[in-house]
């Protein structure tokens, strides 16, 4: 599976961004699928995930209210909605596919990582 995440930038806090998470290869619908981000300094941390039908979704505590995980099977895209964004929310944004039982939560659950899209909030 290979993965490409893209629609990362410069924003103003307060403002929105939409995280696309384009995969090939293997039945992607067969999967669920995350969102990790990582800040310089900092260790990789969930963001988000989405079961394989899509019915369910996983936050983190800093994304809920403000982000939201979609995914188009027809078209092997994951997508992150992110709104009020904040300064602290700048970070490499990454996605990748759960192929592993575990928790949604959880790195060891994820397999094929995509290399990720730069999202920085200015105050």
């Known amino acids: 599976v290979q993965l490409q995440a893209s629609g990362g930038g410069l924003v103003q806090a307060g403002g929105s961004l939409r995280l696309s998470c384009a995969a090939s290869g293997r039945t992607f619908s067969s999967y669920g699928m995350g969102w990790f981000r990582q800040a310089p300094g900092k260790e990789r941390e969930f963001v988000a995930g989405?079961?394989?039908?899509?019915?369910?979704?996983y936050y983190a505590d800093s994304a809920k209210g403000r982000f939201t995980i979609s995914r188009d099977n027809a078209k092997n895209t994951v997508y992150l909605q992110m709104n009020s964004l904040k300064p602290e929310d700048t970070a490499v944004y990454s996605c990748?596919?759960?192929?592993?039982?575990?928790?949604?939560?959880?790195?060891?659950?994820?397999?094929?990582w995509g290399q990720g899209t730069q999202v920085t909030v200015s105050s």
């Open positions: 990748a596919v759960r192929y592993y039982s575990g928790r949604y939560q959880f790195e060891y659950a994820y397999a094929y």
């Open positions: 989405i079961s394989e039908s899509g019915g369910s979704t």
